[in-house]
């Protein structure tokens, strides 16, 4: 079975899509519209929604990025539906673990067990002037704050044992025995507990990572329960999936943790209208613009090249002396799809390096079987062009494809996040509430 969530992203994940006569720009502010894409993806009966987060307001006049803090969109969006798991983004570099433990605990109460965190270090200087530093603390000290700080959050939420509310009218509120201070003290934060919240539905909230770098692997391998990715093709998912599932196991564990690496998927009748609706997408785009920050891509100035011609030939990467990661995509996209420079813009306008894919249901469902039976993916994060016409086409169309051929459900078969990804329950560690007995305890 396909596990798949619907990354949610202003008015879609092409970077023109909010330029297009039938998009929502001005409904930005407007929870009622992400509760709609909520209740689309509902209907689809996908896993979850998804939100990514920054934490500053850069390229303003590019188009929209952030508008709705998502933790606070996701308490009205779980309002609005009743199945759909619901994930937000949590930085462990500029939260506190007792913020983000009590935030992210409500949740799940609020949605009685819906909702999933990607934790992720972000990555920006503009962000890190915004928390008190000058600009981004180094990584591997984002890293280790990470690992400590997702500590303290699970602590804190096992603070609080299972049985711990009495609701005894002529007694206790709750038992005392089963709530205890975690007294943590370590590099990153002095915690002592308990949570102000009591244990959440689903014991954890489900935990999402998304690094790609050595240690962000590492510590996905470790902790997450579910995975996002970012791979171009299917030999890049596979070196991508086969690295973590090795990892996993070497970390002792044999849950399943599912990887969905990024979806952009054009969806038509026909291959052409797939393809017109790709293009129309891409012709949006401010091309001047869009040449300039290519000439930063590619280290050299693209400002006269022809939008209609083929790409002219670039160096190998061994002798672009910029940042290689996205130079090694843009040379992957050349070689692979011999593009013409208005293509590569919409390519890199688009999901950038994730993988996307343009047709009928069919092919694009072929294709997902193709990554699901190979060790490519476990599911998608589907990031559609444009909203909220993109996710219609793909829970319209897509979907019963992939219900006919047995790979998605046909309904939801639990209530919660974890329930869905068939994801077991933590044991809940607090075990002095167990062991005295009082009430049935945890886990
Ligand atoms: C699907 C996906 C969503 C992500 N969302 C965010 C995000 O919302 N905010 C953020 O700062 N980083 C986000 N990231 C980036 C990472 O999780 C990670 O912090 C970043 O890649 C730096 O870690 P690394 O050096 O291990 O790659 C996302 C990555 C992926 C693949």
């Not at 919240?197 to 391998?221: E, I, K, M, N, W």
């Not at 038509?268 to 000439?295: I, N």
């Not at 193709?370 to 060790?375: D, G, S």
């Amino acid at each position: 079975m396909l596990r798949l969530n619907l990354f949610i992203f202003a008015c879609g994940h092409h970077r023109a899509a909010w330029r297009h006569p039938d998009s929502c720009v001005e409904r930005l502010g407007d929870i009622g519209y992400f509760e709609d894409l909520a209740r689309t993806a509902e209907r689809g009966k996908l896993d979850a929604v998804f939100f990514a987060d920054g934490q500053s307001a850069d390229n303003v006049a590019d188009g929209p990025r952030w508008f709705l803090e998502p933790l606070t969109a996701l308490a009205a969006m779980s309002r609005a539906t009743e199945r759909i798991g619901l994930i937000s983004t949590v930085s462990s570099t500029f939260y506190t673990p007792f913020h983000a433990a009590r935030l992210v605990a409500s949740l799940d109460h609020i949605s009685r067990g819906r909702i999933g965190w990607n934790v992720v270090t972000s990555m920006f200087d503009a962000e890190a002037r915004n928390h008190g530093f000058d600009s981004m603390p180094d990584h591997a000290w984002r890293y280790a704050r990470a690992e400590e700080f997702i500590q303290v959050v699970l602590d804190l939420w096992d603070s609080w044992g299972e049985g711990a509310l009495l609701h005894d009218r002529k007694g206790a509120y709750a038992d005392s025995s089963a709530i205890h201070p975690i007294h943590h003290k370590g590099e990153h934060f002095q915690v002592d507990g308990p949570l102000t919240v009591p244990h959440p539905p689903q014991g954890h909230p489900v935990l999402f990572q998304a690094g790609a770098s050595d240690q962000g692997r590492d510590l996905a391998a470790r902790r997450a329960e579910a995975i996002y990715a970012v791979a171009y093709d299917l030999p890049a998912a596979q070196e991508y999936y086969r690295d973590i599932k090795r990892r996993v196991r070497s970390a002792g564990r044999s849950d399943p943790v599912p990887i969905m690496p990024g979806l952009v998927a054009y969806v038509g009748s026909t291959d052409q209208e797939a393809r017109a609706k790709q293009r129309e997408l891409d012709e949006l785009l401010p091309s001047a613009d869009a040449l300039r920050q290519l000439s930063m891509y590619v280290g050299q100035n693209c400002e006269q090249w022809e939008l209609d011609a083929p790409v002219p030939a670039l160096p190998p990467l061994e002798k672009f002396s910029g940042p290689k990661g996205r130079y090694a995509t843009i040379l992957r996209i050349i070689e692979t799809e011999r593009p013409t420079v208005r293509q590569l813009l919409g390519r890199l306008a688009s999901g950038g390096g994730h993988c996307t894919m343009v047709g009928t249901p069919e092919r694009i469902a072929d294709e997902m079987e193709r990554w699901l039976l190979n060790e490519g993916a476990d599911g998608f994060n589907l990031m559609p062009p444009s909203l909220p016409g993109g996710i219609e086409d793909f829970v319209d169309h897509v979907i019963p494809v992939l219900q006919r051929r047995g790979l998605f459900r046909k309904d939801y078969e639990t209530s919660t996040l974890r329930g869905h990804l068939g994801l077991a329950r933590p044991a809940c560690r607090n075990t002095s509430a167990v062991a005295a007995g009082v009430r049935e305890g945890c886990g």
